[in-house]
């Protein structure tokens, strides 16, 4: 076995998933996303967390984040790697070669493409053969035909390492070509430090000046109409200057809350393609091509076993797999038993679906409200409370839309849910009983489906 294969990003974000669902999205937005696991060294078994601010290690400090990261750990990893904590501030990355010679303190958030997300990494199935010969044709031909190309789906099935391949076979093909990724919401953050700084020219240049534009996570933008419209006017000098465009999306432009009509039509205009769920041929291939990069062998029943089992993530079912190797290097046999302990600890058997109506039942019992009153008109504090509560818990325990919330909700229009799940998030900021509840709830959820 190869020893120094550990996938410290499946790791991470295996951990980040863990907050996600047990936090509120307020703050899980601004004291985890931001965190960047930057080393493990795995002789010492210490990961170092880089955090970007005093405000945030003040967060972790103060929020029990360290004790948390370890109990989210032990999920991930379970016996297989236990590592200490050692988090870090570091200041944002260094300036990008533009903003140096524009002779201002603009710092664009500069980010290196990941070396792993290439094609030659990349498993093309029937999911994701379409969205995978775009992206082929833009990393070849970028700026001609697909322009914008947006890539879409439900979360870990692979549209950052498509997109990134992009940038890096186009890197291969043209090595002068400037290639530049970032996140929507690094993005955003950006252009505010601009405007602070008052080198809004700077950063329009930086972003506008580049052969090939990676934006990930775009549904980001929803109602924020200031980056939109700032947004709006640095896609268009791209695309009219026939450089390229990739962004992806969890959902379709149109069904974006809160983006304005004029980036719905702009987003379409060149192609967009979705990445499904992978079928089993696919998972099955995935798993084979790690088990080779990590240079351990595991025979076919095991392998099949996960890919039979983690049928809806790729992401997670590299953390099983992550977890199997975990296993070899502590010197236990990788066989299909081992396989299956690893599969229930980490609560994989099978993926459960959590229905929306099994959420507001289990929050109309709860609540002692009637299902009729939870999605009907009446605006009394003991309705108003337990709907929103029920928005909240669909909204993190289930991929579905804020309008198709909303229609859950006796056609609620989506800002309503909005407001109530941004709501209950600041809540439980700090109403601790409301909190713990939440808490219960959504253990009795994920048992229940
Ligand atoms: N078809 C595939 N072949 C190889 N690896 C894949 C494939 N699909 C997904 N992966 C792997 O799954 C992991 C998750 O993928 P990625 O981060 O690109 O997902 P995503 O759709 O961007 O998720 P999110 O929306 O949460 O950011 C990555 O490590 C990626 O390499």
Do not use: C
Not at 175 to 200: E, L
């Amino acid at each position: 076995m190869n020893d120094s294969y550990f996938d410290l990003n499946t790791f991470w974000s295996g951990i980040q998933d863990r907050f996600a669902a047990n936090m509120g999205e307020t703050a899980y937005e601004n004291w985890i996303k931001p965190v960047h696991a930057a080393n493990v060294d795995l002789a010492n078994r210490t990961v170092e967390l880089q955090v970007p601010s005093d405000i945030v290690m003040q967060a972790w400090d103060n929020g029990n984040y360290t004790a948390k990261f370890m109990e989210y750990a032990y999920d991930v990893a379970h016996d297989f790697f236990k590592p200490e904590l050692k988090v870090v501030k570091v200041v944002k990355n260094p300036v990008s070669s533009r903003s140096h010679e524009s002779k201002t303190n603009f710092t664009a958030t500069d980010y290196q493409l990941n070396a792993n997300f290439t094609f030659d990494t990349w498993v093309v199935g029937d999911a994701n053969e379409l969205a995978t010969s775009a992206a082929m044709a833009v990393s070849e031909q970028p700026g001609r035909q697909y322009n914008p190309l947006l890539i879409y789906g439900s979360s870990g099935l692979g549209k950052t390492h498509l997109m990134e391949a992009i940038g890096n076979r186009l890197k291969e093909l043209q090595p002068d070509a400037v290639v530049r990724y970032i996140t929507t919401d690094d993005f955003m953050n950006d252009w505010v430090d601009a405007i602070s700084k008052k080198t809004t020219n700077e950063f329009t240049n930086t972003y506008e000046n580049v052969d090939l534009l990676l934006v990930d996570d775009i549904q980001m933008l929803q109602g924020k109409d200031r980056f939109q419209e700032e947004f709006f006017n640095i896609f268009n000098k791209i695309t009219k200057s026939q450089k390229q465009i990739v962004m992806t999306s969890d959902v379709l432009p149109k069904d974006i809350p809160g983006l304005n009509a004029r980036l719905v039509s702009r987003f379409m205009q060149g192609v967009a393609y979705d990445i499904q769920k992978p079928d089993f041929p696919t998972r099955l291939a995935i798993l084979k091509n790690k088990s080779e990069e990590a240079g351990i062998e595991i025979n076919n029943q095991t392998l099949s076993l996960i890919a039979e089992q983690v049928d809806s993530n790729v992401r997670e079912l590299e953390g099983a797999f992550n977890t199997l190797t975990l296993m070899a290097r502590a010197g236990r046999p990788i066989n299909v038993a081992n396989a299956q302990k690893i599969l229930e600890h980490l609560n994989i058997t099978r993926q459960k679906i959590i229905t929306v109506a099994d959420i507001q039942k289990i929050v109309a019992d709860d609540y002692r409200v009637s299902i009729v009153d939870l999605l009907g008109k009446k605006r009394n504090s003991d309705i108003v409370l337990p709907r929103q509560v029920a928005m909240y818990l669909i909204r993190t325990l289930t991929d579905t839309s804020l309008p198709k919330i909303g229609q859950a909700f006796g056609g609620r229009d989506h800002t309503t849910v909005m407001h109530g799940t941004e709501k209950i998030a600041d809540l439980i900021e700090t109403d601790y009983a409301l909190k713990q509840r939440i808490e219960t709830l959504s253990a009795k959820i994920k048992e229940k489906s």
